[in-house]
């Protein structure tokens, strides 16, 4: 079964920095990876996603991914942070199995400083 | 074009009582989910549908009961409500169940158990 783990629970940076969140996955074939986003009192809402291609993907609000299959890893990046990026932010990789039923990570929580 | 909308948004009940939250897309998706979320747990899916009709568990299907008599709505049910339940709840749609769908997700229901 596919698993996905997010070392950080929280994540402290300075407006204006650089971010990068982890994300480790479990899978036996090519994973299908996603990013969703957590406002505060808000549904989830994605902010990219990976199946094939480009290692690179680029989503919504300046964020970024890279699939790196020797680490087992799919890490969010965004080069400048805004106050606004203050969030929690999930993980996931598609179902297997047979079911497409998506697995989350436990999310991180980014604050952001001024 | 509302996307999905959840009823209530709060709602504080009793140990004991019962309670159906509703569930509403009107994106024509096929799949849709419940999911609750707990403080460092993440989403833990609790039953999903994959079409008009049908239900299926999800990891934490204990004490819920769900229906999808109709495409666009997926109820959840809570027959006897424990404190263990107090939880928030989402629900979600996706188009069909591919591995690479996006999920699209509901504000959410805060649901407190006393």
């Known amino acids: 079964a596919q698993s996905v783990t997010q070392p950080d629970i929280h994540i402290t940076v300075s407006e204006g920095a650089s971010l990068e969140l982890r994300c480790n996955y479990s899978?036996?074939?090519?994973?299908?990876l996603f990013w969703y986003v957590q406002s505060p009192g808000q549904g989830l809402q994605l902010l990219l996603k990976?199946?094939?291609?480009?290692?690179l993907v680029q989503g919504i609000k300046g964020f970024e991914a890279e699939f790196k299959r020797s680490q087992s890893s799919f890490n969010l990046r965004k080069p400048s942070v805004h106050w606004s990026d203050a969030a929690e932010y999930f993980c996931a990789v598609g179902g297997s199995g047979g079911s497409y039923i998506p697995t989350f990570g436990r999310g991180t929580s980014l604050i952001v400083h001024p | 074009n509302a996307g999905v909308t959840q009823t209530p948004k709060f709602r504080v009940l009793k140990t004991g009582q019962s309670m159906t939250l509703l569930c509403a897309q009107d994106m024509n998706h096929e799949y849709m989910y419940w999911y609750r979320q707990d403080p460092g747990m993440g989403l833990r899916l609790i039953h999903y549908s994959v079409g008009e009709g049908t239900t299926a568990k999800g990891e934490v299907p204990d004490g819920y009961n769900v229906s999808r008599l109709k495409k666009q709505n997926f109820l959840l049910g809570l027959e006897s409500a424990a404190p263990s339940q107090t939880s928030v709840y989402f629900c979600?749609?996706?188009?069909?169940?591919?591995?690479?769908?996006?999920?699209?997700f509901g504000p959410g229901t805060r649901l407190l158990v006393l």
């Open positions: 979600a749609s996706s188009f069909l169940g591919g591995l690479e769908e996006t999920q699209y």
């Open positions: 899978y036996g074939a090519t994973p299908y």
């Open positions: 990976y199946f094939s291609g480009d290692t």
